[in-house]
């Protein structure tokens, strides 16, 4: 029985339907023990609201491994969301050194930007920090800003073949063994996903939705994570992850003024559906 524990590091946003809200639900839906560390509470997430709270949990991380390294507790896999500070990467690496078993796969999402821009928290001092952590990964999840900013490739909205190597070979370069791109889109109405492992490319289209939902970068890895897991190939899991996420944008499309996230729950069963 393949029932894998994951260990996934990144915020609650306790409203806006991201990070480790949907995390969790995701997880769980693909079968596998979800386990987290919490890198910070806010009460809504930092894009499109104002006045949001933020508790920095920075210094109860460290005390949070250390207990799990007395009870020896060890994980099959550690994916990593929004996280906040240097000090935040610098634990993280930690439990990359010591809370993983034999052979767990490490996956960065490395959740700091989206259509050209960081998000409001960050600035280029931690994207400095967030290479050190995609040394480290065996997948690195970004979207084609965040592959951007951590290549010192500049944004480009149209994107080919060519440009699209330059990305993947860049994040290589820092040190991770798999590249799972998305928003790879190369033709009208049509948009996809680039994973780039053993030095072979493979891309999977899938349509390109009118609408866009905030948070959907975190329902991919999430998705990409809990497949792969549950053991299927990097390409099988990248491509759930995009057939699922695309239902979820389809969904949040009728619905009136749900602007801060997408509806993935109303189609769990779909995602548990595609890992049959
Ligand atoms: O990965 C999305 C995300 C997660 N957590 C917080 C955010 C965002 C994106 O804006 O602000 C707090």
């Known amino acids: 029985m393949n029932y894998p524990k994951i260990l996934t590091v990144q915020d609650i946003s306790c409203v806006g339907q991201c990070s480790l809200t949907v995390a969790l639900p995701v997880l769980s839906a693909c079968g596998v023990e979800a386990c987290v560390m919490p890198s910070a509470v806010l009460s809504t997430h930092t894009c499109g609201f104002t006045g949001f709270t933020c508790r920095d949990l920075t210094e109860d991380m460290p005390q949070i491994a250390a207990h799990w390294e007395k009870e020896k507790i060890t994980f099959d896999g550690l994916y990593t969301g929004y996280l906040g500070s240097e000090a935040q990467i610098n634990t993280v690496?930690?439990?990359i050194n010591g809370a993983l078993k034999q052979g767990a796969p490490v996956i960065v999402d490395p959740a700091?930007?989206?259509n050209g821009k960081l998000y409001p928290a960050f600035d280029m001092a931690y994207v400095?920090?967030?290479?050190?952590?995609?040394a480290k990964a065996d997948y690195v999840v970004p979207n084609i800003t965040e592959a951007c900013f951590l290549t010192g490739v500049p944004y480009q909205e149209n994107v080919d073949r060519?440009?699209?190597?330059?990305?993947l070979q860049g994040l290589v370069l820092l040190g991770a063994?798999?590249?799972?791109?998305?928003?790879?889109?190369?033709?009208?109405?049509?948009?996809?996903?680039?994973?780039?492992?053993?030095?072979?490319?493979?891309y999977y289209a899938h349509e390109?939705?009118?609408?866009?939902?905030?948070?959907?970068g975190d329902i991919y890895a999430s998705a990409f994570a809990g497949a792969l897991l549950k053991g299927k190939t990097a390409f099988d899991a990248a491509r759930i992850a995009a057939d699922y996420v695309v239902e979820a944008i389809r969904f949040t499309a009728k619905l009136?003024?749900?602007?801060?996230?997408?509806?993935?729950?109303?189609?769990?069963?779909?995602?548990?559906e595609l890992l049959k």
């Open 208 to 216: 390109k939705l009118k609408n866009s939902c905030h948070g959907t």
């Open 128 to 134: 400095n920090q967030m290479k050190r952590l995609v």
């Open 93 to 95: 690496i930690r439990l």
């Open 177 to 202: 063994k798999s590249v799972i791109l998305t928003g790879v889109s190369y033709r009208e109405g049509e948009t996809g996903v680039a994973v780039y492992e053993s030095g072979k490319y493979e």
């Open 112 to 114: 700091m930007a989206d």
């Open 256 to 272: 009136d003024n749900h602007w801060y996230g997408a509806a993935f729950e109303p189609c769990l069963p779909k995602l548990i």
């Open 162 to 167: 060519n440009y699209v190597d330059t990305l």
